[in-house]
């Protein structure tokens, strides 16, 4: 079994710092981060409602977790590149099928890391969840590890896209079960993760409406 990756303590610092942060700002509530591993690789997929969703999703983790980002963030500032390089994120180019970000994303899963995927590709405009992107299938087959549905509401309503003031609302987050994806084809793996998505959305919600 792999070793579990120690978060270093930069990581430590800033996660104490966010969940801080996110409590008094968006009165967070986070659900089911018990399904994520302890150990090993473990793929999450989550929907992708602002760009505050890599600072939240793994703040109730005792592990870190990878991202990938859209490639122009690496073009930025040499300093804020070295900053999201140090919290593990890694480059993507959206919508040219980028094999050697793929080839990163299972190296990753292999060495035993968590690694999260927007398989939406993009952010939502109004909270909803868009279409699935069948390349994720690649990284969901190759790797072989755990995947788990992750659900983020309410952040899109903190920072929506296009914009730049944080407004505090609400926010949630939902880690699911691990899927079952034994035996399906491309097409049925993509329709299970957008139902599961779509499922896990409209209970979150029910519960913070109870």
Request: contains cysteine; aromatic residues 8%.
């Amino acid at each position: 079994m792999n070793a579990v990756p120690k978060r270093p303590w930069y990581w430590v610092w800033a996660q104490s710092f966010l969940r801080i942060s996110a409590t008094l700002l968006f009165d967070i509530k986070m659900y089911g981060a018990k399904n994520i591993p302890r150990s090993g690789g473990v793929l999450m997929l989550s929907n992708h409602q602002s760009v505050l969703d890599p600072l939240l999703l793994p703040l109730p983790l005792f592990r870190p977790v990878s991202f990938m980002a859209k490639s122009e963030l690496f073009e930025k500032h040499p300093s804020f590149v070295k900053l999201i390089r140090a919290f593990h994120a890694f480059p993507v180019r959206r919508g040219q099928g980028d094999v050697g970000a793929i080839k990163e994303a299972i190296g990753l899963l292999k060495d035993g890391n968590i690694l999260n995927i927007f398989p939406e590709g993009t952010r939502s405009l109004d909270g909803r969840i868009g279409p699935i992107l069948p390349g994720v299938v690649v990284v969901v087959r190759r790797a072989g590890v755990p995947v788990i549905p992750v659900i983020i509401d309410g952040s899109f309503r903190a920072l929506r896209k296009g914009t730049t003031g944080i407004r505090g609302c609400p926010v949630r987050i939902m880690y699911g079960k691990p899927l079952n994806l034994d035996g399906l084809k491309s097409q049925e793996i993509v329709a299970l993760i957008d139902k599961t998505l779509r499922e896990m959305q409209a209970e979150l919600q029910r519960k913070d409406a109870a």
